[in-house]
């Protein structure tokens, strides 16, 4: 046989099928995570469509998952107050400003707390943990908050609340799991602590800063009582403020029993219509910010 004659191709394997009871566990695990979907989304759905109901339909208990009475009166109230955009604008302003404010204090000193040769390290965590349970009380903050001419200010709500103790031990947990061999390998480069900081450990954190990211924002965007407390001008609050006292208005004119008939549909549905304009923001910037969580798992999951 010549040397150049060409060999017989050699058969296929064939892929494995999968089995029966591997399909009929993906059908049901399909089925499973469908409903769980349905029923997750059915409130959110329940809230828009009651946002764009009429008064008489959602009295009623007619609204389910499309709009009945199609009605536009509350958010054409909201939207032509000019006051609204304003303070729409100072929720956007100081929901930045502490975000930034907690992110840089939280890291540093989830940081600090991170290496264990650091001494009065102990103290440093018994201090955050210490917080967590027992706090100074309401009078003595807002004392304080007034005494040092924070009132009227974004640092009102920003420095109260900068650090959460619970953002703060999860940063720390993730510190701690990094290499320490990358930060040696560094400081022997000539990195100071504040260059290894920057160029190595926040590179391979955006996981976890992600994270507290959204979890700071959520947390300034959704509060209002801070700003209630400290904030004497209507122009300086956060729009939480004014669709609370919107709430409020439309509620005391109901009772009242002299509520007019725009009134009257801004009680009915004002409740969903502050749900939709307080969570669609963040609805908007979840999705960017999702594949961050799902590194996050996977940086747990993988082990070497």
Known sequence: MSLLTPRAPRPRTSVNQ???????????????LTLVVL????????????????????????VALWPKGFNLTTYRIVFQDSMFWRNYGNTVFYTLVSTVLAMVLTTCYAYVLSKPDLK????LVGVAVFTMFFTGGLIPNYVLITSLGLKNSVWAIALPNAISVFNLLVMKAFFESLPTELEEAAEIDGL????????????????????????????FWNSWFSAYLYMDRTELMPVTVYLRNLIA???TGGNAGA????????????????IVLTSLPILCVYPFVQRFFVSGVMLGAVKG
């Open 192 to 219: 100071s602590t504040y260059g290894i900081l920057l160029r190595i450990v926040l590179p391979l954190s955006k996981a976890v800063i992600a994270t507290m990211v959204l979890f700071y924002s959520v947390s």
């Open 39 to 62: 029923v997750t989304l059915y409130p959110f759905v329940n809230i828009i469509a009651r946002s764009f109901s009429g008064e008489g339909q959602i009295r009623a208990g007619e």
């Open 18 to 32: 999968p089995t029966r009871g591997y399909r009929v566990f993906q059908g049901v695990n399909g089925v499973i």
């Open 259 to 274: 509520a007019t008939e725009q009134l009257s549909q801004v009680g009915a549905n004002i409740q969903a219509v502050t």
């Open 120 to 123: 009065g390290r102990g103290l």
């Open 249 to 251: 208005g439309a509620t």
